[in-house]
């Protein structure tokens, strides 16, 4: 259902209220999800982005409810991934000459995603395109989050059209920031960044200053998924600033997995022994196998400190920590601690192992572990909660 904007923007996306993973398994979407286009009405008209394939002849249908299919001018892709770029073939099948704005880079992924020699007009930062009153004015926003995404600018409205920077998976009936629950707001907003720009974070912060060097004054943020930040827009801005710097609360993140419950009943041992040190810490246990990795990425982007548990099997660690500590590695976290624990048997590799992963993913080790030997009694508990007693005073 489009929505009007202003009297001359109007939004053309799909809410996606079914979604429960996005880039394939890989991010879970519990609160849905929403792609965002734009329809800028002016002397010329021009489309900022589609949404995906599946909802192609939805988006059609109401894009030709706003406007004349024959009567866009421009279409601008801010990023070529598919759930932006999803409708443009059968777009173009009606509107097959019309030009489409985007990076050099945008170029070559939607040829490479779509094999089609559309009128593609590259774009740089600084470039500018008149739409009459108004003009866009394109700024390359290279990995936030993929080497081809950039933002527009509207001139005029002070609008910056920043696609997935500043976007949320999350669906809303609502479509401002002033509208909506601001802590589910805040939950998408800071579990995206975690998840999807971490690795990205020293360019995030150069992005946001150069964005900011600009000297545009920015009215409304209108990214590509979830809610529009109209109230105070550069609240998101700000947030990302700090997120972008090593971002840590006084949180401890236990991590562990478990076969026969010794492992757990260490890590919880060992997250009193760090709650009884620590009162006012956030201290929050995940069993790996049963919880969100998502929702643990994002606990692991908010903590000083990840302690991660597993038993030893075959030599090695169990399989949903070895995934979670895989991708923890891949974002690169920066400025955080970590320790490792285990119930071993016979061989017992797997604090080692976790020390080794955790070291390799840019933790600094608070010690060598804890290893207890098969089910954890009293004295062992005992010594569980010392060590966790050991890690609170370290931090
Ligand atoms: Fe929302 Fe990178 O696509």
Redesign the pocket.
Known sequence: MNFKINDHLTWVGKTDWELRSFHGEEYSTHRGSSYNAYLIRDRKNALIDTVRQPFAAEFIENLSQAIDLNRIDYIVAN?A?V??SGALPELMKLIPDTPIYCTANGIKSLKGHYHQDWNFVPVKTGDRLSLGERELIFVEARML??PD?MFAYLTGDNILFS??AF?QHYASEYRYNDQVDRAELYQEAIKYYANILTPFSKLVEQKINEVIGLGLPVSMICP??GIIWREDPLQIVRQYLKWAQDYQEDQVTIIYDTMWNSTRKMAEAIGEGIKSVRPESAVKLFNSARSDKNDIITEVFKSKALLVGSPTVNRGILSSIAGILEEIRGLGFKGKKGAAFGSVGWSGESVEIINGKLAEAGFELLNDGLKVTWNPDESALKECHAFGERVGKSL
Do not use: A, I, K
């Open positions: 990023h991934e759930d932006h989050h993929w995404s696609n997935d976007g590509s998924h």
